[in-house]
């Protein structure tokens, strides 16, 4: 019962974290030479990967309890 909770209390302020992050990775950046944003495909690969790693995680925390 409390190996449960604190898997869940761990793994959902990680995932929360992880969320965070990926949001900040998908925006657009700013190019002030061409005054338009435009699209970084450095953090749209980033945005990728921790979305991946996010539904990993989720799936292991759903196996472990």
Do not use: C, T
Request: glycine share 8%.
């Amino acid at each position: 019962m409390i190996g449960n909770l604190l898997i869940l209390i761990f793994g959902g302020s990680l995932l929360a974290l992880m969320f965070l992050v990926q949001n900040a990775f998908s925006k657009p950046v700013y190019n002030k030479m061409s005054n338009v944003w435009e699209d970084d495909p450095v953090g749209r690969k980033f945005h990728n990967i921790i979305i991946i790693s996010m539904v990993i995680v989720a799936f292991i925390m759903g196996l472990v309890m």
